[in-house]
T-cell receptor, first 114, second 113 residues
Framework: DTGVSQDPRHKITKRGQNVTFRCDPI?????LYWYRQTLGQGPEFLTY????????KSRLLSDRFSAERPKGSFSTLEIQRTEQGDSAMYLC????????????FGQGTRLTVV | DAKTTQPNSMESNEEEPVHLPCNHS???????IHWYRQLPSQGPEYVIH???SNVNNRMASLAIAEDRKSSTLILHRATLRDAAVYYC??????????????FGTGTKLQVIP
């Protein structure tokens, strides 16, 4: 059990470019969450998967954002046509079907849009 | 969604106990109270959770008011490694996951050597 892994840790991109982040949850964790965190704020929920099904999306998740979890294992979060307001830490978390009371977070991907 | 209110910051001397308060006056009868902490440049880390009774684990203790409208996270002996932002959140019981939790801004704990 190596914990939740996120890649890359840091990403700098020019405004208008597309970016994709990857999250590898703890194996056998069926629930996977994406959050966004800006400086001085707590994490804000973006979207949630149970296995491969995307069950809920926040209104924060605009049309430029898309998330997938094709085989119920790793997940990707893509942002198209990035804007400066997208600069934030993007956190992934997973939880076990047996012990879903505790969510395990990755270290996050810090996105800077210049 | 039920919200929580926490002080923005607190200070503690090293090796002293720390009591971190949280108000959740609109808590539902089926909401669990969870505490997470976030060290600099890390994702949040689970600390403890409870429903009605006080709880203890190796990291901390959680004291829950009888009316459940407030709770207190207790670190028995603060160390420099405890310096972090502490979040008090509410999570629906049953199969409720983390999609409806609100982290808020948390309490930034500074530990003074």
């Amino acid at each position: 059990d190596t914990g939740v892994s996120q890649d890359p840790r840091h990403k700098i991109t020019k405004r208008g470019q597309n970016v994709t982040f990857r999250c590898d949850p703890i194996s056998e964790h069926n629930r996977l969450y994406w959050y966004r965190q800006t400086l001085g704020q707590g994490p804000e929920f973006l979207t949630y998967f149970q296995n491969e099904a995307q069950l809920e999306k926040s209104r924060l998740l605009s049309d430029r954002f898309s998330a997938e979890r094709p085989k119920g294992s790793f997940s990707t979060l893509e942002i198209q046509r990035t804007e400066q307001g997208d600069s934030a830490m993007y956190l992934c978390a997973s939880s076990s079907p047996v012990r879903h009371t505790e969510a395990f977070f990755g270290q996050g991907t810090r996105l800077t849009v210049v | 969604d039920a919200k929580t209110t926490q002080p923005n910051s607190m200070e503690s001397n090293e090796e002293e106990p720390v009591h971190l308060p949280c108000n959740h006056s609109t808590i539902s009868g089926t909401d669990y109270i969870h505490w997470y902490r976030q060290l600099p440049s890390q994702g949040p880390e689970y600390v403890i959770h409870g429903l009605t009774s006080n709880v203890n684990n190796r990291m901390a203790s959680l004291a829950i008011a009888e009316d459940r409208k407030s709770s207190t996270l207790i670190l028995h002996r603060a160390t420099l490694r405890d310096a972090a932002v502490y979040y008090c959140i509410l999570r629906a019981s049953g199969s409720g996951g983390y999609q409806k939790v609100t982290f808020g801004t948390g309490t930034k704990l500074q530990v003074i050597p």
